[in-house]
């Protein structure tokens, strides 16, 4: 059975040149996503700044920005943007649903981590790979999540 990984802090990678091109492949939190479907600047830095074929997001991510859809014009435009944008959409494993299910198991009491937020800081794990996000007091917790923060 999958599960959290090591037992310290998560490490964040610095964005100390906002203009130089991310060359580690990153999983995107949907924080990210929605800023860039508001067109705000510093989201689409961001995004410009990773090259597609090192972009992912969780189908989580991917069900939330729907979610999030007012009529069938948003629901377009997020569909179009989420093909458009990502290489690949994470499916939910066993893995990823055990590990989730004992992120909050251990961290209920303490933190009430968003049952989303744990699939997503899971499905990172799972995939050995850096997650992207500006809420960064969501995943601090998350023992050997790998977080890259964004600033809008």
């Not at 802090?9 to 990153?26: A, N, Y």
């Not at 689409?44 to 074929?53: D, E, H, N, S, T």
């Not at 009529?71 to 179009?80: G, I, Q, V």
């Amino acid at each position: 059975m999958g599960g959290p990984q090591g037992y310290g802090r998560p490490c964040c990678v610095g964005e100390k040149d906002p203009e130089t091109t991310v060359s580690s492949t990153l999983i995107f939190d949907t924080d990210i996503l929605v800023s860039y479907t508001k067109k705000h600047a510093g989201a689409l830095k961001f995004l410009a700044r990773v090259p597609l074929a090192e972009r992912r997001i969780s189908v989580i991510s991917c069900l939330e920005l729907m979610h999030g859809c007012r009529d069938a014009r948003e629901l377009r435009d997020a569909n179009e943007f989420l093909a458009e944008a990502f290489v690949e959409v994470l499916p939910l494993t066993p893995q990823i649903c055990d590990s989730a299910r004992l992120l909050m198991k251990r961290y209920v009491l303490s933190r009430k981590p968003d049952p989303h937020d744990t699939l997503i800081a899971s499905t990172a794990l799972a995939a050995g790979e850096v997650l992207a996000t500006g809420n960064i007091k969501h995943f601090d917790f998350v023992p050997g999540l790998v977080l890259s923060a964004f600033q809008p």
